[in-house]
């Protein structure tokens, strides 16, 4: 497990070093203005359709349904075949009416904004199919226990938009988004490839082959496994969207706020997202396939076992990085992202933004990993019931934040949200089972190292004072 923990940790890790100095360059280039704005809103919407379609409700479903499947090759096929049908259709869309979808996530721009954002938008959609084509076969591959290629090949994406940002200099700021729109479809291209040459190596491109081969003459024989499919894809879809309507809502909300406020939310969630991917992100990806197979196999004594020691493994890591995170917020951000047009007032804002993040780090990464149960379990529909409460809870705290702290309120409501989501998650993996975890000798040294760890990173910050 471990193994495998670490190879999608590093993976992760050398995708967001990529995805920092991608980040620390459009900053400086663009700063908070406008136009990072606009491109963040073109980015915003395929990424929001790809985590809620693709990557978390497509590959929990996905795994144990191709697990069970006794025609892997036909049914594999067919579930792509129809998934791209969708998505497809939903880009070509998009392209035919682009300022509509623009003004659906971005009501607060103006219409000559909506305008020029459109383009954007339709040019940056094209990365969907591609993501999900990829999706598909990583699905494949960690049915195999190959993790390296999905976990590495993130970094194609940040280097095709690092090539963009300097192939672009001393471009107008219209021409440097155009760049960096046709970066993001590239970078797509790029991991599609990467995951094309590792199903061959792995020996699954003969699977694929016979699927298309057979899939009319055996279509009939997987008509229960797809209904199956599809019965359990809807509600996990739900299910793992909460995050990603949440952050939809952010930029719909902060587009009423004063400009710079979507890139606030930005720069913040991408430092939040880090030790998010690094260690919670990681570990229930390598989990998950084991989880599932003790559970089918009548085995929960096991597989609550490999829970206990991920969630110990999580809980040490995403203390010491929610500490950090807060303590240290403003250092972070003027280390990665003062210079250029990024200046002192926006690594203030951006920093108000952080701090309110991080203190929903260990509640949002915790609840990745009891959901794993929930799903390994097919208990999509109760999944889906907690990420309708959380969503609301969100709902309601953002409206009613949004006007005394602004933007900050915004990334405080996303923590509440995750917090309501994880324990409403902890409610249906059973308080006793979750008890028998947390009663250890683990949380006084967990409590001690963290009172440590606070007066440690304090002195530094006081340290550090004097060089900021």
């Not at 002192?344 to 794993?372: C, H, I, R, S």
Request: avoid cysteine.
């Amino acid at each position: 497990m471990f193994k495998a923990i670490f190879t999608n940790s590093f993976g992760i890790l050398i995708s967001r070093v990529f995805g920092f100095i991608r980040d620390l360059l459009t900053a400086s280039t663009l700063g908070a203005s406008i136009y990072t704005d606009i491109f963040f809103i073109a980015f915003k919407l395929p990424n929001l359709f790809r985590r809620i379609f693709a990557e978390g409700a497509f590959t929990q479903v996905f795994i144990p349904a191709f697990a069970r499947s006794t025609h892997k090759a036909v049914f594999s096929v067919n579930i792509f075949f129809v998934f791209l049908s969708i998505i497809l259709l939903i880009t070509l869309l998009v392209n035919l009416v682009p300022q509509l979808f623009t003004q659906a996530i971005a009501v607060g721009f103006s219409e000559e904004t909506l305008k020029i954002a459109a383009p954007f938008v339709a040019i940056n959609f094209w990365y969907l199919p591609l993501i999900f084509s990829m999706t598909f076969l990583s699905g494949m591959l960690q049915y195999k226990h190959h993790f390296a290629t999905t976990a590495f090949s993130t970094a194609l994406l940040n280097l095709s938009l690092i090539a963009a940002l300097y192939l672009s200099q001393d471009k107008t700021d219209v021409q440097i988004v155009y760049y960096l729109s046709y970066g993001v479809v590239i970078g797509g291209v790029l991991q599609l490839i990467a995951h094309i040459v590792a199903i061959r190596q792995m020996g699954l491109f003969k699977l694929l082959y016979g699927g298309v081969k057979y899939l009319r003459l055996k279509n009939v024989t997987i008509k229960k496994e797809t209904k199956k499919f599809r019965k359990n894809f809807f509600p996990a879809m739900w299910g793992n969207s909460t995050a990603q309507v949440s952050a939809f809502l952010d930029t719909f909300l902060a587009s009423f706020l004063i400009t710079g406020s979507i890139s606030y939310l930005y720069y913040a969630n991408r430092i939040f997202q880090l030790p998010l991917a690094l260690f919670a992100i990681a570990t229930s990806v390598a989990l998950f396939p084991r989880v599932a197979r003790y559970i089918r196999n009548k085995d929960e004594m096991q597989a609550k076992e490999f829970m206990s020691k991920a969630f110990w493994f999580l809980t040490f890591l995403l203390t010491a990085s929610t500490i950090g995170g807060i303590v240290l917020s403003r250092e972070i951000t003027w280390l990665l992202f003062e210079r250029g047009a990024f200046n002192a007032t926006d690594t203030a804002n951006t920093t108000a933004v952080l701090q309110m993040y991080m203190l929903g780090l260990l509640p949002f990464g915790l609840q990745k990993l009891f959901v794993l149960w929930l799903y390994a379990k097919e208990m999509q529909g109760k999944a889906a019931k907690i990420a309708t409460y959380s969503l609301g809870t969100y709902i309601i705290i953002a409206l009613f934040l949004i006007s005394p702290m602004g933007v900050s309120g915004l990334a405080l409501a996303s923590t509440t949200g995750g917090f309501v989501s994880f324990f409403l998650t902890i409610r249906v993996f059973g308080w006793t089972n979750f008890k028998d975890i947390l009663y250890s000798k683990k949380l006084l040294y967990l409590s001690v190292g963290a009172v440590v760890l606070t007066l440690l990173l304090l002195m530094f910050k006081e340290f550090l004072a004097f060089y900021i």
